[in-house]
């Protein structure tokens, strides 16, 4: 069970992961061109690590000089966005995090680029991944690559035998 002031995470496919020791506060969402660009999304969640305990506990990310002043943190291996790293501080890529739902954002930048459906996507159509029929004979057949919410002493796991 992880104490209130600490956090971890990693990649999609656990060769990066990391942890923190302190409280977690500055959590934001940028709409920026360049956060779309560097995440691939519509924004980038984003948590500063800025005076806290921040520490890479297996491997380390691979990076991309997107300015002269920035460069982005990523998986070599599975292309996660991870950092966003700039003079002023590191910030951490939310959803990276073995728990997004402790870091909810409490401001938004780059607002001159969100993209103007943002605010209305509480109206689509929604499903949830086991209401979707059409997709129920590919889920049962999926077996998940994706490292678990937590951390492992080994990855990848050890085959058995
Ligand atoms: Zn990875
Ligand atoms: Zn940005």
Redesign the pocket.
Known sequence: MQAQSEYSG???????RFQVRGELRDSSICHCRMCQKAFGAYYAPLVSVRGVQFAWTRGQPSHFQSSNLVRRGF?A????PLTYEAPDGVAVAAGAFDQPGRLPPSRQYGMEARLSFMGGLDSLPSTRTDEDVESLEFLARIVSHQHPDHDTPHWPPRTRG
């Open positions: 990693g990649c999609q496919c656990g060769a990066v998986c291996q599975c292309g996660t």
